[in-house]
């Protein structure tokens, strides 16, 4: 009886191991499907990530604008190089952690402080940038911090993909209640108002890096 047993125990084990292989092989064959979204994000920007080159650019901090120095020299290099233009090229920028404060408009900058914390001049004035400084830079400032070609707004004109991390968004307008003594929600909105033009929110800068990755960009982390 006992070898009947081990018999028996050992025939249900194979069986249960062929109908695990056997629903492997089919999920494998399945053709793939996008997942459902549980929330309305805007994932349009997965539709424009067609270039022959691609590249994805994770800035965790604002490291005086590098990741803007990055997208640029990527497209001026191919441009260079092999006589490509934007439009053959694919760039996401994806700001998250600190770097989010880059994502918004001169309302989140004008008291001065991100500035102050990263010591980053106005353009133009060369005082405490009290305006988002990567944005609407003149020809020619003599404090800019990146090329005009090469600012957030315009790099957003020609076409780079720009994401914003949502936690850190949120995080940012935390901050921003607490130095100016406002409602949460208020500075929530304040920060999600702000927002250039352009630049879609993401659930987090890790999912977006990650689905760039996925969608055939290299990534590179922008430090200075």
């Given at each position: 009886m006992t070898q009947r047993?081990?018999?028996?125990?050992?025939?249900?084990?194979?069986?249960?191991?062929?109908?695990?292989v056997g629903q492997a092989l089919e999920a494998q064959a399945a053709p793939a499907?996008?997942?459902?979204?549980?929330?309305?994000?805007d994932m349009s920007w997965t539709t424009r990530v067609t270039g022959k080159y691609r590249m994805a650019y994770d800035s965790p901090e604002i490291a005086g604008g590098v990741v803007f120095h990055q997208a640029r020299s990527f497209l001026s290099g191919y441009a260079t190089v092999y006589g490509l233009t934007d439009a053959d090229l694919s760039a996401v920028i994806i700001l998250r952690h600190k770097g989010v404060a880059m994502a918004c408009g001169d309302a989140v900058w004008e008291d001065g402080k991100i500035a102050e914390e990263n010591e980053l001049k106005d353009p133009v004035t060369g005082e405490t940038a009290k305006r988002n400084p990567f944005i609407n830079v003149p020809a020619n400032a003599p404090?800019?911090?990146?090329?005009?070609?090469?600012?957030?707004?315009?790099?957003?004109?020609?076409?780079?993909?720009?994401?914003?991390?949502?936690?850190?968004?949120?995080?940012?307008?935390?901050?921003?209640?607490?130095?100016?003594?406002?409602?949460?929600?208020?500075?929530?909105?304040?920060?999600?108002?702000?927002?250039?033009?352009?630049?879609?929110?993401?659930?987090?800068?890790?999912?977006?890096?990650?689905?760039a990755q996925q969608l055939g960009c290299g990534v590179m982390v922008a430090f200075e």
């Open positions: 047993r081990d018999f028996l125990k050992q025939a249900s084990l194979l069986a249960a191991g062929t109908v695990a499907q996008a997942p459902a979204q549980a929330r309305a994000y404090h800019a911090l990146t090329w005009a070609d090469g600012a957030l707004d315009t790099l957003i004109k020609r076409g780079v993909i720009v994401l914003a991390c949502e936690l850190a968004l949120g995080g940012l307008a935390g901050q921003v209640a607490a130095r100016r003594s406002l409602p949460r929600q208020d500075a929530r909105k304040l920060v999600f108002d702000s927002l250039v033009p352009g630049i879609l929110p993401m659930p987090s800068g890790i999912f977006a890096t990650s689905h």
